[in-house]
């Protein structure tokens, strides 16, 4: 299993341009979560789906738009990049809860670190 | 609004001591997760813990979690250099009825450095 990956690893876009992060389970979890790390700020929830086809807001969503077409990716779009969205972006999937142990964990994949000039 | 706060956020020790990270949260939660994150790296599970007065332990890290006072403690024992890494505490914000789908909210970290 190559449990969560993320594409691209790097990117550097200038003001304005638009991309879109790819996140991508081998797990068969139902439910995905996008997250951005900034210096000295922690993680924060952007948004998340709990199944093919369904998405929701996190904390900080504005700026940016999801979409789960298929169970195993998850796509985090940035229609306009502004500096300020320069940041770490994680994802990170988590199976169905249970009462089995690890039922509960978030599994998070490598990151992308986006520059926005 | 969930809000969780982690003390202290630089821990500079020497290998041998103890010390401990505190993580307080704002509101009721089922689940509370430690993760460790090493410069550059993603973020490693450390732990989960479920209930009230639930105690893990790995190696020289003991974490606990007493939700009457959402608090939760990370012991570090004999520190090692190894350990110099910053460590997250999280809570979820959903509870198990709601499937426990909802992102976590993080603290922003302690940044420990462990001097050899």
């Known amino acids: 299993n190559a449990g969560v990956t993320q594409t691209p690893k790097f990117r550097v876009l200038k003001t304005g341009q638009s991309m879109t992060l790819l996140c991508a389970q081998d797990m068969n979890h139902e439910y995905m979560y996008w997250y951005r790390q900034d210096p000295g700020m922690g993680l924060r929830l952007i948004h998340y789906s709990v199944g093919e086809g369904t998405t929701a807001k996190g904390e900080v969503p504005d700026g940016y738009n999801v979409s789960r077409l298929k169970k195993q990716n998850f796509l985090l779009g940035l229609e306009s990049a502004a500096p300020s969205q320069t940041s770490v972006y994680f994802c990170?999937?988590?199976?169905?809860?249970?009462?089995?142990?690890?039922?509960?964990?978030?599994?998070f994949g490598p990151g992308t670190r986006l520059t926005v000039t | 609004e969930l809000k969780v706060e982690q003390n202290p956020l630089f821990l500079s020790m020497q290998e041998g001591k103890n010390y401990t990270i505190y993580c307080n949260y704002s509101?009721?939660?089922?689940?509370l997760y430690w993760y460790r994150q090493d410069p550059g790296k993603s973020l490693e599970s450390l732990f989960v813990l479920l209930s009230n007065g639930a105690v893990k332990q790995e190696g020289r890290l003991m974490a606990s979690l007493d939700t009457k006072a959402r608090l939760s403690t990370l012991h570090i024992t004999a520190a090692v250099h190894d350990l110099s890494a910053t460590y997250f505490c999280?809570?979820?914000?959903?509870?198990?009825?709601?499937?426990?789908?909802?992102?976590?909210?993080f603290g922003k970290g302690t940044h420990l450095i462990i001097q050899p």
């Open positions: 509101t009721t939660s089922d689940r």
């Open positions: 990170a999937s988590s199976p169905l809860t249970g009462a089995w142990v690890g039922s509960y964990e978030q599994y």
């Open positions: 999280a809570v979820a914000s959903g509870g198990y009825s709601g499937g426990g789908a909802d992102g976590l909210t």
